[in-house]
């Protein structure tokens, strides 16, 4: 038997599914000497209980990819490392009850084409012949996907463990680490065998991911379901059609009644998601066991009664059927049900791959997207739907709990544009929400900050269901309409708090930032926008940079970008900088139209002939106020920039100047339309890791006339061979729909490009997208289409200025 390892270059602590992927993706990508510890036996937590389901469906982009992935991986894996697997794949038909269901079929479709699957919808008098044992009559469609079935958790986790060892990673169980120390170096955990060291470490624990993340200093957002499903014995009729088809049953799915029925053997497995659901491990009185390996919770089938009704309705076949055996076991589920793959937040050489609600069907992909993170820093797909660095630290306990069991009730449900999830709110509430709530205001969350979203104005719907829609025209259409008109001709305020800001000091600092951006670095009192790029060229991150001295820069950036952009300046930071975060300590507004200079005109004394691109400190109110000459909404404006305690003044301040001249508050719907026709991008949307700075449209923020910069070389080449694909402007004929994020884009019967933005603009009146197409196709007037729920529609490519003000001039009014 092989000696307990001492020192590793990765050591995996959880050995499931994901931990065992991460080891083999570890391994083949080269770095064979990693250590893989288990408390107990592989499998143990919740990999061994699991159903086993292997969907690629999925309404993110980056999910989709990861589990597609998986699914690819997992067709070879048994034969690549020589270990029997049962993996059926029976494809699966998921089922509709409404239009909204079938427009977000039909938005996958797209989607899963564009990566190379062969998705299909089907009618409801084609879906028994997919599924022959079940009642249709009220049904509006299904989604038909043949790369859809089950595998085995075990043989699954086994045979990637087996691959590992087979290339020299190190595997050691009955292993629990109890404690981790940091040398500045490297790490050294704690186990009853002895200590280990290693360069880096990854958190791959399961529901044991907060416990274990405690020993590292970090709080990690997740929590505990109780999930059951139902086992029943074999039906003569499902064996007798089995026998005959030479097949099993595709998996079904009835979304809209949240559960999935899976033939297991001759019988069939019932997995409900039931609302109102259950939590573990989530009060005093039930606290986390030190062991819960190879453990399930007693049954409690009440709260599914409904479920398993409409089960036996929906397939009668059912009924005939007994109850063989109940799985009642823990599932970890974070805010908002999305993994944790990537940097441990504020953690040194610490990574975490866990709170996999579906470990099954990511794992394959969650395992290439860890040691990518590990070995190379950055990842093939832009995966910030998974970034632990997404939530920020505001998420307490009550908030874990509360999001997850949201999540888990509705973990069929369709995702509308405009739709916002009630739990979880009023976490971070601006100095003037009560006043903004008293105009009407209609919020949504942004990193737990709650923004006016728009101004229900009499008779119009507020309520949850109204939001529930793919349609342009909600209840919010008419409002937001009166908004971006008031801007355009008038003035708006926007309430706008939560912007995340750094600042940079110290000798040096600005040519310092020069290397990390690829343009200009402003000169003191003037501000503009950097772009930063990955070694590959990739867009990182855009944020707003103020020259205050020679050496010291305001960089700010969006909300939910605070822990993502702090890690990559601080990553970076040399010795002698220092970064400090000021994201608490400052609020803004802004304050923007044709009027906004006279409004301004009223409250302070500020020199308001500064052209754009410019900061000063002005005083408003009686508070000091940092004003930056520029507005996201495309029109003359400024950024009120106030200490929290000071921005309810000046607030109120403004509020009464402006009464005289058209003053109206807008909201984040509002702000959307307005910078769509400006072209402005947004973070993670156009502005993300899938795309070049070069391919983003941006190169007029490259100054190539520096000696260098982090992605220099990449766009260099890039730019000498030609790139592929590049940005551009839509204006679509697009019916009553917006175009949603990835919606493909087609050209001669051939897919040409994606959107990354579609949104209506009001003072352009027209529907607009941004998105990426081959670069031939960029020439204005080409004419293309857009794939929106299913249906194309006429598109043609706009020149590369904004939509709206093309020359700049009211912005500089």
């Not at 100095?431 to 105009?439: K, S």
């Not at 920039?641 to 309810?648: E, F, K, L, P, Q």
Request: one cysteine or more; charged letters at 20%; a negative charge.
């Amino acid at each position: 038997m092989a000696e307990f390892p001492t020192q590793a270059r990765v050591v995996i602590i959880g050995g499931g599914v994901v931990g065992a992927s991460s080891l083999y993706h570890l391994a083949k990508a080269g770095w064979t000497d990693c250590v893989l510890l288990e408390k107990n036996e592989l499998t143990a937590g919740s990999t061994w209980h699991a159903a086993g389901n292997v969907p690629t469906f999925s309404s993110s982009w980056s999910i989709m990819n990861m589990q597609r992935y998986s699914a690819g991986l997992y067709r070879g894996l048994g034969a690549e490392v020589d270990y029997p697997m049962n993996y059926h794949v029976t494809g699966s038909v998921r089922l509709g009850h409404s239009t909204e269901r079938l427009l977000e079929f039909k938005r996958v479709v797209g989607m899963g084409r564009y990566q190379g699957m062969d998705l299909d919808i089907l009618a409801p008098d084609e879906i028994t012949s997919r599924y022959p044992f079940l009642e249709t009559h009220d049904l509006t469609g299904a989604l038909y996907d043949p790369y859809d079935g089950d595998i085995d958790p075990a043989q699954l986790t086994q045979a990637l463990a087996k691959g590992a060892r087979n290339m020299g990673a190190h595997i050691e169980r009955f292993c629990p680490v109890t404690a981790a120390q940091w040398t500045g170096t490297e790490w050294v955990l704690t186990t009853p065998k002895g200590e280990i060291r290693c360069e880096y470490v990854v958190n791959a624990a399961g529901y044991y991911a907060a416990e274990v993340g405690r020993m590292f200093g970090r709080r990690v957002p997740m929590m505990v379901m109780s999930h059951q499903y139902l086992l029943f014995d074999t039906i003569p009729e499902l064996a007798e059609w089995s026998a005959t088809s030479g097949a099993k049953l595709p998996l079904l799915r009835d979304v809209d009644s949240s559960y999935y029925l899976r033939q297991e053997k001759m019988g069939f497995n019932l997995g409900p998601y039931e609302n109102p659901c259950r939590a573990h491990w989530a009060t005093p009185d039930d606290p986390m066991p030190e062991d819960f390996s190879f453990q399930l919770f007693p049954d409690d089938l009440e709260r599914l009664e409904w479920h398993i009704n409409d089960a036996m309705a929906r397939v009668p076949l059912l009924a005939k059927a007994n109850l063989q055996k109940v799985i009642n076991g823990p599932i970890p589920y974070t805010p908002d049900g999305n993994p944790l793959i990537g940097p441990m937040p504020g953690v040194p050489n610490a990574f975490e791959a866990c709170v996999f609600t579906f470990g099954i069907c990511q794992g394959g992909g969650a395992g290439k997207v860890l040691a990518e993170w590990v070995t190379e820093g950055a990842t093939e797909w832009d995966m910030w739907s998974c970034d632990p660095r997404r939530f920020t630290g505001f998420e307490d306990h009550d908030y874990c709990v509360a999001k997850g069991k949201e999540v888990y009730g509705h973990e069929y449900a369709i995702h509308f544009p405009h739709h916002v999830w009630p739990e979880g709110r009023d976490k971070k509430l601006s100095a003037v929400h009560d006043r903004v709530a008293a105009l009407g205001a209609e919020f949504g969350p942004y990193n737990g900050w709650e923004r006016a979203l728009w101004y229900a104005r009499a008779g119009d719907d507020t309520s949850e269901a109204a939001q529930r829609t793919w349609n342009r025209e909600g209840p919010w259409f008419g409002a937001v309409k009166a908004e971006c008109e008031a801007v355009r001709d008038a003035c708006g305020i926007l309430d706008l708090p939560g912007f995340s800001r750094f600042v940079i000091e110290g000798a040096g600092a600005a040519e310092w930032l020069l290397r990390q951006i690829t343009g200009k670095v402003p000169n003191v009192g003037r501000l503009g926008l950097a772009y930063f790029a990955d070694d590959k060229g990739r867009i990182v991150t855009e944020m707003s940079v103020a020259r205050l001295a020679e050496d010291r820069l305001l960089l700010i950036t969006a909300a939910t970008a605070q822990e993502h952009d702090k890690a990559w300046l601080l990553r970076h930071l040399i010795p002698g900088l220092s970064l400090s975060d000021h994201t608490h300590d400052w609020s803004t507004q802004i304050l923007t139209g044709p009027n906004a200079r006279a409004v301004l005109a009223q409250v302070t004394d500020a020199d308001l002939t500064k052209p754009w691109l410019t900061w000063q400190m002005a005083q408003i109110a009686g508070a000091e106020v940092m004003l930056m000459r520029v507005s996201f909404a495309g029109e003359l404006g400024w950024e009120l920039h106030s200490r929290v305690g000071d921005t309810a003044a000046v607030w109120d301040a403004v509020m009464a100047a402006g009464a005289a001249h058209g003053l109206r508050p807008f909201g984040m719907f509002a702000l959307n339309s307005l910078r769509i026709e400006k072209g402005y991008r947004a973070w993670k949307g156009d502005l993300s890791t899938d795309y070049t700075v070069l391919q983003g449209g941006l190169e007029r923020f490259v100054d190539w006339a520096k000696p260098d910069f982090r992605g220099k070389a990449a766009l260099a080449a890039e730019k000498q061979a030609g790139v592929a694909k590049q940005f551009v402007t839509l204006r679509v004929s697009a019916g009553a729909f917006d175009p949603p994020y990835m919606s493909t884009i087609w050209h001669d019967g051939i897919v040409v490009g994606e959107t990354t933005s579609g949104y209506y603009g009001h003072r352009v009146r027209a529907c607009l997208a941004l998105g990426m197409i081959r670069s031939d196709l960029t020439v204005v007037g080409t004419k293309v289409e857009v794939e929106i729920f299913g249906e194309r529609h006429a598109a043609e490519v706009l020149s590369d200025q904004p939509v709206w003000d093309a020359k700049n001039e009211r912005v500089r009014a």
